[in-house]
């Protein structure tokens, strides 16, 4: 069964601290993206990536930065969490090219204190 | 129906009834659009696609209408069950270099026994 892993459902971190979230894909696919779910603002895109070592920011990109060492892996990086962070974040990948829909993780549920 | 904004349109239906969900897109140039649904706790989950070159295209208990003329479409649940209870997006994907998917804020769909 195909899918998109993200290595955590639940995230409890404090204000100031680094953290990461892990996404991993075993579809070969090209892209990969992060995007974070708050109530009535629906998905909004944070980065995204089309390749290894690529990344292009998204809607939101201030206070995160992503990391795409290997193919399969996209990780997504707060430099210094902030209450304001605390969210539901997703993982998702498609193949490169036109008219592709998105494989999404399960999400994390990060909540910054 | 769905839009853009900070609510949360819910949608509440008697099950073994019909659920029609609506959304309304704002490219006249998007040329694919896709139906997720989205479980409490889930990730989004792809459920039928349609390309602008069709105005129907059915799955299992499921239809996807699109107007491009008026720019909407609809998702159509017949014999609504309990597990259908979750939120429904629609996404679009535009066309342009940069092009992806663009999702709208969703809706709920609450079935009631």
């Known amino acids: 069964d195909v899918k998109v892993t993200q290595s955590s459902r639940y995230l409890v971190k404090r204000t100031g601290e680094k953290v990461f979230l892990e996404c991993v894909q075993d579809m070969d696919h090209e892209n990969m993206f992060w995007y974070r779910q708050d109530p009535g603002l629906g998905l909004r895109l944070i980065y995204f990536?089309?390749?290894?070592?690529?990344?292009e920011k998204g809607d939101i990109p201030e206070g995160y930065s992503v990391s795409r060492e290997k193919k399969e892996r996209f990780s997504l990086i707060l430099e210094s969490a902030s209450t304001n962070q605390t969210s539901m974040y997703l993982c998702?990948?498609?193949?490169?090219?036109?008219?592709?829909?998105?494989?999404f993780g399960s999400g994390t549920r990060l909540t910054v204190v | 129906g769905e839009s853009v904004g900070l609510h949360l349109p819910t949608l509440s239906v008697q099950e073994g009834d019909n659920s029609i969900i609506n959304c309304a897109y704002s490219n006249s140039a998007s040329d694919y659009f896709i139906w997720y649904k989205q479980e409490s706790g889930k990730g989004p989950q792809f459920i039928i696609d349609?390309?602008?070159?069709?105005d129907k295209r059915q799955g299992q208990r499921v239809t996807v209408l699109l107007n491009k003329t008026v720019k909407h479409l609809s998702l159509q649940i017949a014999a609504t069950q309990p597990g259908d209870s979750a939120v429904y997006f629609c996404a679009e994907w535009g066309t342009g270099t940069a092009s992806k998917l663009t999702f709208g804020t969703g809706t709920r769909l609450q079935v009631t026994l």
């Open positions: 349609i390309r602008s070159n069709m």
């Open positions: 990536s089309y390749d290894v070592k690529m990344k």
């Open positions: 998702a990948s498609s193949l490169l090219g036109h008219l592709n829909g998105y494989t």
